[in-house]
């Protein structure tokens, strides 16, 4: 039995994969913002955005995106991306935390831009996984105004093929994202078991 207290964290990214957000500017270039809220629920991924993000902006206008899956390795590349912001004027609150404005994402994290098939976002060339994704639903809660609800449909899947077992599945083993945990980044650990369900 573990022995408990109650606690009120400032924040609750209680560890979740990190995503890169590629997202269509009105200029037709892509914007990248670093998220960690996201799940999937088949081939739908919600995403949670912070308001007055760029990447949020972009995805009112343009409801295209891509879900960039960082791995393990990458977490200098995500880092160097985190103070960056892609709306100009910089927001007050955005300000006030050191963000600077940085229209060009791919050079500041040095990443390579890859046409989209079915988006017009680029994918982020660097990443195992890529999710070209169209926007069914942004919701704005009442009770977190701060924050808005993205709900995405999925239209292909991108996967390096060192990760891929056949032509359908992702090699669990191979595949190692990179989870942000209470704002410390991480991999995964050694493999623990596997669910009934799996067919790997």
């Not at 739908?44 to 409801?63: A, D, H």
């Not at 060339?125 to 890529?130: K, P």
């Not at 999710?131 to 701060?146: F, H, M, N, T």
Request: with cysteine; aromatic share 10%.
């Amino acid at each position: 039995m573990r022995s408990h207290m109650t606690i009120q964290p400032k924040i609750l990214y209680y560890g979740a994969p990190v995503v890169l957000l590629s997202t269509e500017n009105a200029d037709g270039s892509t914007n990248i913002s670093p998220i960690s809220s996201s799940w999937a629920l088949g081939y739908f991924v919600i995403l949670g955005l912070g308001m007055g993000s760029q990447g949020l902006e972009n995805l009112k206008q343009r409801p295209e995106c891509v879900i960039n899956l960082a791995d393990a390795s990458m977490w200098h590349k995500v880092e160097a991306l985190a103070s960056l912001t892609g709306r100009d004027p910089v927001p007050p609150y955005k300000q006030d935390l050191g963000f600077r404005y940085v229209k060009d994402k791919f050079a500041a994290g040095s990443f390579t831009p890859v046409p989209s098939l079915s988006v017009q976002p680029e994918r982020i060339g660097e990443c195992a996984l890529q999710l070209e994704a169209v926007v069914r639903q942004i919701r704005i809660p009442e009770y977190a105004g701060s924050f808005a609800i993205v709900e995405t449909e999925v239209l292909q899947v991108h996967a390096d093929e060192q990760i891929v077992i056949g032509d359908r599945y992702v090699n669990p083993k191979a595949w190692n994202p990179l989870m942000y945990n209470f704002r410390h980044y991480f991999g995964l650990g050694e493999e623990l078991g596997k669910t009934y369900r799996s067919e790997t």
